[in-house]
């Protein structure tokens, strides 16, 4: 009995460490997020901000001019393409969990098929695409790849919910 | 679940344009932000589209030129072979320390479980940008808590260490990093997998005489397998695009091409080389291998599809 209440803790410490050794990173960033940056530079690290604690990093970032602009363009990117990638997505969804059409499975497939695509295969061609019509560096263009890319895996995600309500709910356009 | 019976199942009219209507928009986006530059690439990649064609002079069709170009190339070789070796090696250990993982998780107490589990959806839920930028801080040369720690062991002489100088400790940094972010999602799929195992096989099991190695080979193996199967394929295909983080460590490390990937060399042939067409050419050889790695995955998904 005793050996496995050994085992058994030996397996906690264990699984204990490797939390810690999982988490360090994400440590390390918070920890040096209030350290100076000439602290930082010192050839000995320094695991905890201890009495170089500061908030000087934050209130840089905040100050300088560019925090807020790429803060904003990020969020308005997320929020167009989250909204638009949604609303084309549950349309296909309904299109695939409640009729058959012919070309059903061949959308399905291209759907699965697109997913598979790596950025890096693709992003040369995109690139060129997006600068040959002007929208370099702007929400529009960077959108556009973005929604691309997120509406199969929507799609996939969504058809589930869209087939799951009973048919005494079903829409009226699924009713002959 | 059987307190109330499924309706019958819909059967819509066969012949009808709204399906058509709804997925209008979805094959729109779709065209526009993929199937354009799908095919432009696929037409560039048997065009010389060079310097000169971005200012304006015509493509001219060199057919399978930039193909044989590439056969010919011993750096395209190098780069395959090494991505190829590199995804291989990454997912399998991502795969096999995700499974000791989930194992761990299912065998320790639950506040023990609980404390492991939010460690890694701390270090899944991390941007790749900020895990990136973390990890060369870590394996910083000068500053890095990674050489200031394996220094302090006695006999062990690794001040200043230059990981991200050499290739092969490049990529072991490189391959640390990714298997680090993986295994998270590794785990927490195998883990489910795990307690749909139940207990009184794992227990009949051993009244048997089964041993640990046992259990795990003959039961819990294959009764995970298909999890397993699709998480490796799954890593496979991801590792195979790890670009994002082979560009920011080359920007801490070093330019040369011996740093390179499949990613970052179809970065570097189109952006610094400006060559259009062999950037497209090796793309659709990326675009090939990764359709059929997932080929297996994607008919799986289909019969999926068709049975429900």
């Not at chain 1, 012919?102 to 690139?127: D, H, N, T």
């Not at chain 2, 001040?159 to 785990?187: E, K, Y």
Request: proline share 5%.
């Amino acid at each position: 009995m005793t050996a496995v209440k050994l085992g058994r803790i030996a397996l906690s410490v264990l699984a204990i460490v490797l939390a810690i050794v999982w988490i360090f990173p994400v440590y390390w960033m918070v920890n040096s997020a209030f350290i100076s940056t000439a602290v930082l530079q010192q050839f000995t690290p320094h695991f905890f901000p201890g009495q170089y604690f500061t908030w000087s990093n934050f209130t840089g970032a905040i100050s300088d001019g560019s925090f807020f602009g790429a803060l904003g363009m990020s969020v308005t990117i997320t929020l167009l393409v989250v909204a638009v990638c949604l609303v084309f997505a549950f349309l296909g969804a309904v299109a695939i969990s409640r009729f058959k059409f012919r070309g059903r499975k061949s959308f399905v497939l291209a759907l699965l098929l697109i997913q598979m695509l790596p950025a890096e295969g693709l992003f040369i061609a995109q690139y060129k695409m997006v600068s040959s019509v002007g929208l370099l560096n702007t929400v529009v263009g960077v959108s556009v790849i973005y929604i691309a890319a997120v509406i199969p895996f929507t799609i996939w995600m969504l058809r589930g919910f869209v087939a799951g309500p009973p048919s005494s709910r079903r829409p009226p356009w699924s009713t002959a | 679940m059987s307190a109330h019976a499924p309706g019958p199942r819909i059967q819509p009219r066969r012949t009808t344009g709204i399906p058509y209507v709804l997925i209008v928009p979805a094959v729109i986006a779709l065209l526009l932000g993929l199937g354009y530059p799908l095919i432009w690439q696929f037409i560039t990649a048997f065009q010389k589209y060079g310097l000169a064609q971005q200012f304006g002079k015509p493509p001219e069709w060199v057919g399978f030129d930039n193909f044989a170009d590439l056969l010919w190339n011993g750096e395209f070789w190098a780069v395959l072979v090494r991505s190829l070796l590199f995804c291989v090696v990454t997912a399998a250990v991502t795969v096999v320390v995700g499974v000791l993982m989930a194992q761990l998780m299912n065998a320790v107490g639950r506040t023990v479980r609980l404390i492991l589990q939010v460690s890694m959806l701390f270090a899944w839920a991390m941007p790749v940008a900020a895990a990136t930028t973390v990890f060369i801080w870590l394996f910083d040369r000068r500053r890095g808590v990674v050489n200031f720690l394996l220094d302090a062991i006695p006999g062990v002489d690794m001040n200043r260490f230059d990981w991200l100088g050499h290739p092969i400790t490049f990529f072991i940094v490189a391959s640390v990093l990714i298997i680090w972010m993986s295994v998270p999602f590794v785990s927490f799929a195998v883990y489910a997998g795990l307690t749909q195992i139940s207990d009184e096989v794992m227990e009949a099991a051993q009244i048997d005489g089964a041993g640990a190695w046992q259990r795990f080979r003959r039961i819990i193996v294959p009764m995970i397998r298909p999890v397993l199967s699709i998480v490796l394929l799954l890593q496979l295909i991801w590792d195979l695009r790890v670009f994002a983080q082979i560009t920011l460590l080359k920007d801490a490390g070093s330019k040369s091409g011996d740093f390179d990937l499949l990613g970052t060399y179809i970065y570097k042939l189109g952006t610094a080389a400006n060559d259009y067409g062999m950037a497209s050419a090796v793309s659709i050889i990326v675009l090939i291998i990764t359709l059929a790695l997932s080929w297996v995955y994607v008919r799986e998904l289909i019969k999926e599809d068709e049975a429900q």
